[in-house]
């Protein structure tokens, strides 16, 4: 009887081993990102180029490039079509993501205003986690190409209301000479996506 509960007992443990050693990786971290504007709200608009255009395609070149299993990319808007800021905040609380990004170009009356800034929520809940995530991406986008700037705390309504950590991203100015070419340029897209998908990991 003994020798019987003693067995039960080891194949107890190396059944716990087993489950274990063969148990899934860390979930895997969700990212929506946000192309801001569409249809026809342009955003900012400049020497023929939209901020409407330049943010879904940096968009879903992040979603392209992402061959990490571990992080999935939710893309809220795909394809050049409006949507309400309550209609973004909705689908986003309904899939519960670890992040969001929402995609924006900036512009200035003043033409030297240039580089990358990420605006981020007051609200306690997410705050710290929106600023370690938003650093992360100003550092990793910014260099030879883009001037750092800050992350600084706004109430933009998308930042207020998504019920999780959520970053405003402003990838350059189309009013500034060197961003705009930088911008909207294929290299410049290309680098800016994949600077952003390495910030994720």
């Known amino acids: 009887m003994k020798t019987n509960i003693k067995i039960l007992g080891i194949l107890s443990t190396v059944l716990l081993l087993g489950l274990f050693a063969f148990r899934p990786l860390e979930?895997?971290?969700?990212?929506?990102?946000?192309a801001g504007h569409g249809g026809h709200d342009f955003g900012a608009?400049?020497?023929g180029f939209q901020e409407k255009t330049i943010s879904?395609?940096?968009?879903?070149?992040?979603?392209?490039?992402?061959?990490d299993?571990?992080?999935?990319?939710?893309?809220?808007r795909e394809g050049?079509?409006?949507?309400?800021?309550?209609?973004?905040?909705?689908?986003?609380?309904?899939?519960k993501p670890d992040l969001l990004i929402s995609l924006h170009v900036n512009s200035s009356k003043n033409e030297e205003s240039n580089g990358a800034e990420a605006y981020?929520?007051?609200?306690?809940?997410f705050y710290e986690k929106s600023k370690e995530n938003a650093e992360k991406i100003i550092n990793g986008i910014s260099g030879e190409n883009l001037l750092k700037r800050k992350v600084t705390e706004a109430p933009f309504y998308m930042l207020k209301n998504s019920?999780?950590?959520?970053?405003?991203?402003?990838?350059?100015?189309?009013?500034n000479n060197k961003d705009r070419v930088y911008l909207t340029s294929e290299?410049?897209?290309?680098?800016?996506?994949?600077?952003?998908?390495?910030?994720l990991k």
């Open 27 to 34: 979930e895997k971290k969700v990212i929506v990102i946000d």
């Open 45 to 47: 608009t400049m020497y």
């Open 56 to 67: 879904e395609t940096i968009s879903k070149k992040i979603k392209a490039l992402n061959k």
């Open 69 to 76: 299993s571990n992080i999935e990319i939710v893309l809220l």
């Open 80 to 95: 050049d079509h409006f949507m309400e800021l309550s209609e973004r905040v909705s689908i986003i609380n309904n899939l």
């Open 120 to 125: 981020i929520s007051s609200q306690k809940e």
């Open 163 to 175: 019920n999780c950590p959520a970053i405003t991203l402003e990838m350059g100015f189309l009013s």
């Open 187 to 199: 290299s410049g897209q290309n680098e800016i996506a994949a600077n952003i998908l390495e910030s």
